[in-house]
C-alpha cells in the first residue's frame, strides 16, 4: 500500500514541477507514512464519528470538524435552509464589496464583533477575509470565544504566539481547518491572540438554572473583553469573533436578558460594530449585506450578512473551489479500505501540532477529494476511535 501512495505522491509532484508558472498553481503531497489510529494522535475526542455509541456533542459541529458539511446539513436543516432577507440599501454585494463596505464602517468604532455559525465554515472563511482588510485600520487584537482562557497559567493562544501556523490546543471550534486558516490569516497580519471566554471562576454556581448560568457566562465574557482593551494602547482596536446570539446588542426575547455584546457597550461605553451572519441565508450565489428582518429584535446587530446557503459538489463545499481551493482525488488505497479513514493535510514544513489544512471523513468506496489550496502537503491517514471508546 505504502509504495502505491508513493507513486500517486510522484505523480502529483511531477505535475507541480513542469514550468514555473504551473508551480504557482500547483498542489504537491506525499503520504507521511501508513494509517494511525486516533489515540496515537493525543487528540482522539476531536476525531470521534458522529452515530457512534459512546457519542457526545453536537453532530452536525463534529461533522463539519471532519469536513462533511454535507453531513452536518443532513443533521442540523435549519442552518442550510433559506431564510430570505431584503437587501440593505444603500447595500453591498458579493465578496469584496461586503468585506470593503464592513472594513469602511469599522473604520468609526474601537470594537468589532462578527458572529458565526458552529456549523457553517463559509462563515469562517468571511471573517478570515475581513481580518485582512481590518488590520490596516487599526486592529491589532483578534480575541475569539472558542480560545481557551486558563486562569493558572498563560492560554494556549498566548504560548503559541511565536509560531507561524496555529496550534491544535489552541481551543475546540479552532480545530476545523477552515478556522485554522482564519488563524494563520491573523497570525499572518500581526494580530495578538486572545483568550475571553467565562473561565471556571467565573461560572454560575453549580445546579444553577440555564438563564443564570447564561447571564454569567455573558457577564464574564464582556468583563474579560474589557480586561483587555485595558491592555492596548490607545490607537489599538479590537475584533471579536463570537457564536450566534453572543453579538446581539438588543435585549433577546423570551427573557429579555442582554448577551455579551450589549453588556460590554454598557461596560466599556465604546459602541462596537456588530455584524451578523446568522440571522439570514439566500439561494442566491453571492453575499449580500440586507435588512434586519421585523422579527428579529430592532437594533439587534448594525449589519447582517446574508450568505448564500451552503452547496456541495462531491460532497464538499462548493464555495471552497470558487475561493481558489483545487480538487485532490485520494488514490484507490485509502478509497477501498474495509473500514473508514479521517485524511488530514498539513503542510509539508509544519508539525502534526499545526491544524491542518483540510480534513476528510471517507467511508469505503466513497469517491470525495481533499480541498487544498496551492502548496506542498503531507498527508496524514487516522483510523477513527473505536465505538464506545
Not at 94 to 107: C, F, H, P, S, Y
Not at 137 to 149: D, I, P, S, W
Not at 308 to 320: E, G, H, K, N, Q
Not at 321 to 334: H, K, S, T, V, Y
Request: proline letters at 9%.
Amino acid at each position: 500500500m505504502i509504495a502505491r501512495l508513493a507513486v500517486w505522491a510522484g505523480a502529483l509532484l511531477l505535475t507541480g514541477c513542469t514550468t514555473p508558472q504551473m508551480r504557482e498553481t500547483a498542489v504537491t503531497v506525499s503520504m507521511a507514512g501508513p494509517p494511525v489510529s486516533a489515540e496515537q494522535t493525543g487528540m482522539a475526542i476531536f476525531y470521534r464519528v458522529p452515530g457512534n455509541p459512546g457519542f457526545f456533542g453536537a453532530v452536525d459541529q463534529q461533522w463539519s470538524v471532519l469536513g462533511r458539511e454535507d453531513r452536518a446539513a443532513a443533521a442540523k436543516v435549519e442552518e442550510y435552509a433559506v431564510r430570505p432577507c431584503a437587501p440593505a440599501s444603500p447595500g453591498a454585494s458579493g465578496r469584496r464589496e461586503v468585506i470593503e463596505t464592513i472594513a469602511a464602517k469599522a473604520v468609526d468604532h474601537r470594537i468589532v464583533i462578527v458572529n458565526e455559525s458552529h456549523t457553517v465554515t463559509r462563515h469562517r472563511d468571511t471573517i478570515r477575509e475581513l481580518l485582512g482588510a481590518l488590520r490596516p485600520l487599526g486592529y491589532t487584537v483578534y480575541a475569539a470565544e472558542t480560545f481557551q482562557n486558563r486562569e493558572d497559567r498563560p492560554d494556549p493562544v498566548e504560548e503559541t504566539a511565536t509560531l507561524p501556523y496555529p496550534d491544535v490546543n489552541s481551543g475546540t471550534y479552532t480545530f476545523e481547518p477552515v478556522f485554522g486558516r482564519a488563524l494563520r490569516e491573523a497570525k499572518r497580519q500581526g494580530y495578538r491572540l486572545a483568550a475571553y471566554e467565562e473561565t471556571k471562576r467565573q461560572e454560575a454556581p453549580r445546579g444553577s438554572d440555564r438563564l443564570a448560568r447564561m447571564v454569567a457566562r455573558e457577564s464574564a465574557q464582556a468583563q474579560n473583553l474589557a480586561a483587555i482593551l485595558a491592555t492596548m494602547g490607545p490607537n489599538e482596536k479590537l475584533v471579536v469573533h463570537v457564536g450566534y446570539n453572543h453579538a446581539s446588542e438588543a435585549p433577546m426575547p423570551p427573557t429579555g436578558e442582554r448577551w455579551m455584546a450589549a453588556r460590554l457597550k454598557a461596560l466599556t461605553g465604546l459602541d462596537p460594530l456588530t455584524v451578523s451572519q446568522t440571522v439570514c441565508a439566500s439561494d442566491g450565489d453571492v453575499p449580500f449585506l440586507a435588512e434586519l428582518p421585523s422579527n428579529q429584535p430592532p437594533g439587534l446587530v448594525d449589519l447582517v450578512l446574508s450568505q448564500p446557503v451552503a452547496r456541495f459538489d462531491r460532497s464538499r463545499p462548493a464555495w471552497r473551489r470558487q475561493a481558489g481551493d483545487l480538487a485532490i482525488d485520494l488514490p484507490a488505497e485509502l478509497r477501498e479500505r474495509s473500514g473508514p479513514l479521517i485524511i488530514e493535510a498539513f503542510r509539508a514544513d509544519e508539525p502534526f501540532d499545526a491544524i491542518s489544512i483540510d480534513r476528510l471523513y471517507i467511508e469505503p468506496e466513497e469517491d470525495i477529494p481533499l480541498l487544498l489550496p496551492p502548496g506542498r502537503y503531507k498527508i496524514r491517514a487516522i483510523v477513527p476511535p473505536v465505538p464506545g471508546r
